[in-house]
């Protein structure tokens, strides 16, 4: 009998009769075994969280483990009674139960390995098993939970415990889109997209997976099937795909307002400046994005420019002012009203131009972009935020996204 | 260094603040080792039984011990984490931490042996060890839960395998009265009491202390001691009394109001006739406290008057129309406004007259006894509901309970 592995996030699980549908979802397909992982329900975990802050801003990892983990072991239990309750047979099993072992680091372990011995007998004795995501046990039995995008990546780990291929991701969105649907109304569902596109695009705020999962799908060559919760279609398959066979130049395409820039004006011009500047931002565990460095003066003085979110922004400025002053430069100047906007597909790698067409298109809807970087297959652009959904209108319209994927 | 071990109860850790109370109480005693049993926050459980009955009207028995039981876990690790916020060292256990290993009867499964290797590690290590009650484990690690007065009971048997001689149960009453002080003002609080006086009291009603709890600290030879979680006053000590030191006849009254009368009137005067109707109630799980059976009509029928608790009132009813209707009695009469008055006390054992004492206060406040039962230290009498308040005072009164533990 196949097995077939699964993963209902916070909002598939939110209520008594979403988790009664769900159950109806897997009795209709009998003839598979059937592990499912599950999340808490709803704003569960955010409300346990709240308890913890009224007693301390640090609270003790080990006891914040065992405490938000209770979230997942009441959806698992429940959606584990209602499917006994509608004739089928079904156990919950939490971390420890399913063999889900972890490093120690609390709040963030990792998953080490997977005994799957339990799941395996359950299922032999036609149990559907449900698992709770985002916890496991360390070897002194001691319960952690995996950070963000916990229960996508203990799905992705069972599925590889149990030599299934694909994962099926049931979440409040249908799919994959070419860009925000919100934002740019004919934005495409896209049937497939690789791995190394959909870690670009998760980077760029698309949150549809965590990147975590994503990567680690990657790592065991599972495909992941992300789909709704409440509908049927067939949802988006992030999957290896060979590039010979790819038709499209760009895939998606981000917008990600949240950015600032920081220029350190007058910098002389001396080596190692931007390794003192970035190390300094480093040690404080400020994410760098961009780095664009232009000369000025005559070539005496340098004026450096970097973007980070704009939750760092106000660090970020400080220690790049303390540092700016011990570089003797001329004064730092911030901006918050950034915003950056990625286009991305493995296809640019083959097919020339794709930049051009991306900067001639935003220079035809007049719009001025302040830094650029680019990988492989993503490029991205630094542009002020108040001209960001207008840019983003462009470039789909000027990559054809509508029509390539329709 | 001495361990101590306590449980606090859901009213007692009902909220954060409350949390944070009980781990000062931990820390104003560093120089005893803590075993902390705690209930689930004020009405989760509650919660989480409703959310089953969304599911289901008879939940999975297994999947039912997998849900509740998190509310152990929530309130355990909070209070770890209010402890250790306050700069002393704690971790929490759930029931498979600590070893608990139970019977495999879900949501009444009996404890059978505790493993207590963690905790004495946990102990060495310098923590508060905050264990889940209510919680174990079976053999093959699936969670049970051990019904109700669970957490005293795991208090109790955590105290037994730890070799510490008395169990600190903090409530939200402050002991054990002579009655309900509701409803005698002058009601006192007992200093010690037998826990054959207590069980019996328990099964009257005295909800201070769930008769399962105290059974097991009776068998293990466990003092109990039963006091407010909110003051430092001493509580109630229920341990064993030598009889020959006991003063006093009556330790307590209490009066049971939810009882009911039926009566099979014109029952044919033949044996087997009562073991018939008892059968068959029995055989429901219908529990028959009081009976009593009279002659009448010249020796040819019988009437047999039994009390049953008002809850099962309609069910004892018409098992009992079916079986009269077999034994060819001529009706069946029923009455739901009865109480039941008792007083216990193990000095009656050794002390003549207390019934007639008993008996003679009542008539005299104008009282009618409708049933009597006695034990070795307890007598029960059916009443009127309405006049039970009346009766209560009378006997506190004529015991003079207020005086003699003042």
């Given at each position: ?11 598939s ?26 999340s ?16 301390s ?6 006891e ?8 997942e ?13 509608k004739?089928g ?12 072992y ?6 963030r372990?990792?998953i ?31 319960i ?35 860009t ?17 596109e959909?870690?670009e ?10 990147p ?86 005559q ?41 950056k ?22 220079a ?6 302040r ?36």
């Open positions: 009998m196949g097995v077939r592995v699964y993963k209902f996030g916070g909002t699980v939110g209520t008594v009769q979403k988790i009664q549908a769900i159950a109806d979802r897997i009795l209709a397909e009998p003839d598979y075994g059937h592990v499912v992982v599950v808490a329900m709803g704003h569960t975990t955010d409300q346990l969280v709240a308890l913890c802050r009224e007693l801003d640090s609270p003790d990892p080990r914040y483990d065992a405490l938000i983990s209770t979230g072991n009441v959806s698992a239990a429940l959606l584990s009674m209602a499917i006994i309750a004739g047979n079904a156990i919950s099993l939490n971390g420890a139960q399913a063999g889900i972890t490093t120690n680091g609390h709040k372990a990792t080490q390995r997977v005994n799957p011995s339990r799941i395996h007998d359950e299922l032999t004795k036609g149990n559907v098993v449900v698992v709770t995501g985002f916890q496991g046990i360390t070897d002194t039995q001691d952690t939970t995996i950070g963000r995008g916990g229960s996508d990546t203990s799905a992705v780990v069972l599925a590889a415990a149990l030599g299934v291929s694909e994962c099926h991701i049931y979440t409040d969105v249908d799919g994959v889109y070419t925000d649907p919100r934002i740019v109304k004919n934005a495409q569902k896209l049937p497939v997209i690789t791995y190394d959909m870690l695009l998760a980077a760029m705020g698309a949150q549809v997976l965590h975590r999962a994503v990567e680690c799908a990657k790592e065991h060559g599972i495909v992941l099937h992300v789909r709704s919760a409440f509908l049927l279609d067939e949802g988006t398959r992030i999957q290896e795909v060979h590039t010979m066979e790819w038709q499209r130049a760009v895939t998606g395409i981000a917008l990600k307002k949240d950015e600032a820039t920081l220029s350190v004006v007058g910098v002389p011009n001396q080596p190692g400046i931007a390794a003192t500047l970035f190390s300094a931002l480093g040690d404080h565990n400020v994410n760098i994005d961009m780095i664009i460095q232009s000369n000025e003066q070539n005496t003085t340098n004026t450096i420019t970097f973007t980070v979110s704009e939750d760092d922004f106000l660090e970020a400025k400080a220690i790049t002012e303390t540092v700016a002053k011990t570089l003797g430069a001329d004064r730092v100047v911030g901006d918050t009203s950034i915003a906007l990625s286009i991305v597909g493995v296809g640019m790698i083959s097919k020339p131009g794709v930049a051009a067409t991306m900067f001639r298109a935003l035809h809807a007049g719009i001025n972009i830094l650029i970087t680019t990988s492989d297959i993503k490029i991205s652009c630094a542009i002020d935020m108040a001209v960001g959904e207008a840019a983003l209108k462009a470039l789909h319209e000027a990559f054809d996204l509508a029509a390539a994927n329709a």
